[in-house]
């Protein structure tokens, strides 16, 4: 018994040993505790009751302490600028002197004329002399967590501090603290952590506190990464940030990250590819802020790194979108994600929360210091990026057809309008003599006619334009962070060339974002309603028309009443189908036509002078189908969030979320139990988003029959990216259709066998594509592209393609000749072999049912829309073929 009480004793004693070692408010990484403040003003660990650092504050009481900052101190303005779909406040603190508090609004329209190019000689002067502007956002990555206590702590600093420093640094700048740009999927990581900690602070990375579960706490509500979202604007979040950001135009702008607790601190400059637009002088600016921050970390001997890892040539990120705006744009990286309170890392050092809090205060104290110092140079930097006589591109402007509401140039439109960009629109023809086709970057001679939205690069935004609508950004290197093109006219698979010569252009400004065609025609007696699928909501409005409980048929042939062409896929709502509402059928028909932002044509007879007639077989009934997307590992939690996105908000057709370990196909009802199981059979479409070779553990053997069996009896399987593996490239046992993929052709050179180490990520970075745009032809004659032009730009990330075969319809494919398959980006030439006339969609028909293939995202990010109507269609229409 006194040897059990002996080793009881000594393991207490050790436990205690052991966790006495982590102090997680130390005295190192105390915050500047040498100065006096305010005492009427209250410090973050006053109103929170525990020290930053050692807990993890939820976000309402970050908005609190912000709320009341806001109220105590008459250097602070608590703003909400914007609010999430969970229906969290954004909050942007603005913080100077009081002085300058006194003329803000002044302050900002003097600021505004320089950044409109409407600054006057007279005024430049005192425009030279006002404070610098600088803009902070903090936690746009939800699990990255510091920043939001560090973006606290330095309000308070800024408001409370008494000293010298602190009020020079008020006197000569505006601070712009966007405390929590992702307040949703930062609680999603708080709470979750906060659940999982335990008393004894767990620092072994095996610990199920550094572990989140799927999806995580990194993006937003439909788990979209909102640090891509800057330029595009698809959700609340960037979009009130960009809106609210563009209300200053600052000099500085610092976006505050954390990446794995492993790493040290990164801060600027950093590695190539770069945006070769940006004005030169850039990169001698953000050596001169890395400077600045580098000296505050070695007076405290903090590791940190430069130069390497991270590169800020997309233009959504928070670090470059200010760039491409005229500022000097810039990331910090605090190592920590999964560390939560303390880690211990793998050279032994325990990383503790307060450390990664203080390592951010630190650099923005540094970053506002260095700001102050080089104000006026910095607006005079500012005044050159917005001047177009500085523009880098050759392109002067930029004509994008109209496609009167069947494609995506409005949501152009709108994207250009957000970001200041002015838009023209041709009131007379004009023949230009070389333009330059975005299809194969060519110049012909072009006629646009009156009606044309032109763009002209000589603008303030010119930087933004040039970044975003250019065909092919210069890229220096191909080992990039992201994606290697974004160009919009590719992206929403536009009609639009560009000129590099003066012209005489009849223009008028388009002042205003031009409605969507929309409404009905109706008539007498009508026989049926048309909606032509082609236009941009029609699944929108075939949503709303299942809502209501309207039989629907969807045209496999074109037909024409004389009057006018309509495509396949054309929506055929016929009276004498629904004579249930026959009193309500007319005004239901305006309603969804205002609703969903579309025209629908009243028709009196079903005979048509072309074509089908309305009610032959080639008109296919068309059912609201239960469809159910699996979610959980192995599932890509991006992709499930952007179809999750597609059909919740804009097409507004229920998609169940599934966690595939509920699925199974038995038969127990579907709410049998109460953790029931999932019943395959209650579904008529199955969206699996990627999962690669986990789906092999999701569909085991026996599982895998079933699922065929599911197909074969009438299902829709739509496997999308690597879910697409699971299909194809399987053995002569495989119980699936025979389907090949193409591979990236393997190098058995003497050269890659003794390539040297420190050659061998740039190699294979070579191998690599990262995001480009490839020439595709569509047979949007298949239900799977009704309503898609019949050629397209599909975003691509890999030489995997589908090979043509008998047993297949093959819907998208490259072009054939692999020199034309490159648009924009990069690939190399081997992997352009490879992939050229293979395809990117096909449907494999399995008894009743289909296989859906789409190896490239549809729908990356919500912004690549010229290949997104196929998902849609995949759900709700092709089932009915």
Not at 384 to 406: C, H, I, Q, T, V
Request: proline share 5%.
């Amino acid at each position: 018994m006194k040897k059990m009480l002996a080793i009881g004793l000594f393991m207490a004693l050790l436990l205690n040993s052991i966790t006495a070692q982590v102090e997680l408010n130390p005295a190192r990484f105390a915050f500047n505790p040498e100065l006096n403040y305010d005492a009427s003003i209250t410090s973050p660990a006053q109103f929170l009751g525990y020290a930053l650092g050692t807990r993890f504050t939820i976000y309402d009481q970050v908005v609190d302490y912000c709320a009341n900052l806001g109220q105590q101190s008459a250097k602070v303005i608590y703003h909400e600028y914007g609010e999430t779909y969970e229906h969290r406040p954004l909050v942007n603190l603005i913080v100077t002197s009081e002085a300058n508090m006194a003329r803000l609004e002044e302050i900002r329209a003097l600021h505004l004329k320089a950044a409109n190019g409407t600054l006057s000689p007279e005024e430049k002067e005192a425009w030279l002399q006002l404070p610098v502007i600088v803009t902070m956002s903090f936690n746009i990555h939800g699990n990255e967590a510091s920043s939001t206590e560090a973006a606290m702590q330095i309000a308070y600093k800024l408001a409370a501090a008494q000293d010298g420093e602190t009020q020079n640094l008020l006197e000569h700048g505006i601070y712009h603290l966007f405390v929590c740009i992702n307040p949703d999927g930062r609680d999603r990581y708080v709470y979750w952590y906060n659940s999982m900690r335990r008393n004894i602070t767990g620092i072994e990375p095996a610990d199920l506190e550094h572990y989140e579960p799927w999806p995580g706490g990194r993006t937003n509500h439909y788990w979209f990464d909102v640090n891509r979202d800057w330029v595009w604007g698809v959700h609340p979040e960037a979009r009130g940030l960009t809106a609210e950001y563009q209300r200053w135009m600052g000099q500085v702008h610092v976006d505050y990250h954390e990446q794995g607790y492993n790493s040290n601190y990164f801060t600027v400059p950093g590695t190539t590819p770069r945006n070769k637009f940006l004005p030169d002088r850039y990169e001698a600016w953000a050596d001169t802020f890395g400077r600045a921050n580098v000296k505050a970390f070695d007076a405290h001997k903090i590791n940190y790194f430069t130069r390497d890892a991270f590169d800020f040539f997309y233009p959504g990120y928070g670090s470059s979108y200010p760039s491409v705006m005229g500022s000097i744009g810039m990331l910090c990286e605090q190592g920590g994600i999964g560390a939560g309170v303390a880690i211990k890392t793998d050279d032994d050092y325990v990383l503790i929360f307060k450390q990664r809090v203080w390592d951010h205060y630190t650099t923005a104290l540094a970053t506002m210091g260095r700001s102050v110092a080089n104000r006026v140079a910095l607006r005079q930097y500012s005044l050159s990026a917005w001047d177009p006589a500085n523009n880098k591109s050759p392109e002067k402007y930029y004509f994008l057809r109209d496609d009167m509401g069947k494609g995506y140039l409005h949501d152009v439109l709108a994207i250009l309008d957000r970001q200041g960009i002015r838009v023209e629109r041709l009131t007379q023809p004009v023949t230009v003599p070389a333009a330059i086709s975005y299809r194969d970057g060519k110049s012909t001679k072009a006629v646009f006619d009156a009606g044309t939205y032109v763009v002209r690069a000589d603008q303030p935004r010119y930087l933004m334009i040039a970044t975003i609508l250019d065909r092919q950004m210069e890229i220096e290197d191909s080992v990039m962070y992201d994606m290697a093109t974004w160009s919009m006219p590719l992206a929403y698979n536009l009609d639009a060339y560009t000129c590099r010569q003066m012209l005489s252009l009849k223009t008028e400004p388009v002042s205003a974002l031009p409605a969507l065609p929309s409404g009905m025609t109706d008539v007498t007696n009508a026989y049926a309603y048309l909606i032509d699928w082609d236009q941009r909501y029609a699944p929108t409005a075939l949503a709303l028309l299942w809502e209501k409980g309207y039989q629907v048929r969807s045209a496999q042939e074109p037909f024409s009443d004389g009057r006018t062409t309509y495509p396949q896929g054309t929506l055929v709502i016929l009276a004498g189908r629904n004579l249930g509402k026959a009193d309500v059928i007319a005004a239901d028909m305006k309603s969804i036509a205002m609703d969903a932002q579309v025209q629908i044509q009243a028709i009196g007879s079903g005979r048509m002078v072309d074509g089908m007639d309305l009610a032959s077989r080639y008109s296919h009934p068309i059912e609201q189908p239960n469809v159910a997307m699996l979610v959980d590992d192995p599932f890509s939690s991006q992709t499930v969030g952007q179809i999750s996105w597609l059909f919740d908000q804009e097409t507004r057709l229920p998609v169940q979320r599934v966690r595939a370990s509920v699925l199974s196909q038995t038969s127990l009802p579907k709410f049998g139990q109460r953790y029931g199981y999932v019943d395959l059979n209650d579904y008529d479409v199955l969206i699996l988003a990627g999962g690669g070779n986990g789906l092999n553990e999701v569909f085991a053997k026996e599982d895998a029959g079933k699922l065929k069996a599911w197909i074969q009896a009438g299902g829709t399987v739509i496997a999308t990216e690597s879910a697409v593996n699971y299909f194809t490239n399987n053995d002569e046992k495989s119980i699936w259709p025979k389907v090949t993929m193409t591979k990236s052709p393997k190098d058995t050179t003497k050269t890659l066998m003794y390539l040297p180490y420190s050659e061998r990520q740039d190699y294979f970075g070579k191998k690599r594509i990262p995001g480009s745009a490839l020439n595709g032809l569509v047979d949007n004659t298949n239900p799977l592209a009704f309503g898609v032009k019949k050629e397209v730009y599909s975003l691509n990330f890999g030489p995997e393609a589908i090979k043509p075969a008998p047993e297949l319809q093959t819907v998208g494919y490259y072009v054939q000749d692999s020199s034309q398959v490159l648009v924009s980006g990069y690939a190399d030439e081997a992997n352009l072999k490879v992939l050229a006339g293979n395809a990117f969609a096909a449907v494999v028909p399995l008894g009743r049912g289909k296989i859906v293939l789409l190896p490239d995202n549809t729908q990356y990010r919500m912004f690549w829309r010229g290949t997104s109507r196929m998902m849609q269609n995949a759900v709700m229409v092709l089932p009915g073929f």
